[in-house]
Nanobody, 119 residues
Framework: QVQLVESGGGLVQPGGSLRLSCAASRNIFSFLAVAWYRQAPGKQREWVADITTEGSTNSADSVKGRFTVSRDNAKNTVYLQMNSLKPEDTAVYYC?????????????WGQGTQVTVSS
């Protein structure tokens, strides 16, 4: 069973920064991709950014230039560096990973970490 554990959320003022971490229970190279999603109150969960096995990164237009996804292979951890935070970035942030198994592709979610941007 794969476990993804997020950490690093909290309360930050507008314009501030936070770094989220997603620690995986197995080698992150085994995943097709690791992604960050977020869900604000009353809204659907939305994709934020991801990093593939090859190291390619992508991010949503709403966070492009402010958020950066990276990884530490030795620690089996993926990070989301969030700068210039805005109140509309307030949400629960989830880590998501896809793994190829014998019967297809298996998806895994972390438990989420709350990010609140407020003055």
């Amino acid at each position: 069973q794969v476990q993804l554990v997020e950490s690093g959320g909290g309360l930050v003022q507008p314009g501030g920064s936070l770094r989220l971490s997603c620690a995986a229970s197995r080698n992150i190279f085994s995943f097709l991709a690791v992604a960050w999603y977020r869900q604000a109150p009353g809204k659907q969960r939305e994709w934020v950014a991801d990093i593939t096995t090859e190291g390619s990164t992508n991010s949503a237009d709403s966070v492009k230039g402010r958020f950066t996804v990276s990884r530490d292979n030795a620690k089996n951890t993926v990070y989301l560096q969030m700068n210039s935070l805005k109140p509309e970035d307030t949400a629960v942030y989830y880590c998501y990973a896809k793994l190829v198994i014998t019967t297809g592709i298996q998806s895994y979610w972390g438990q989420g970490t709350q990010v609140t941007v407020s003055s």
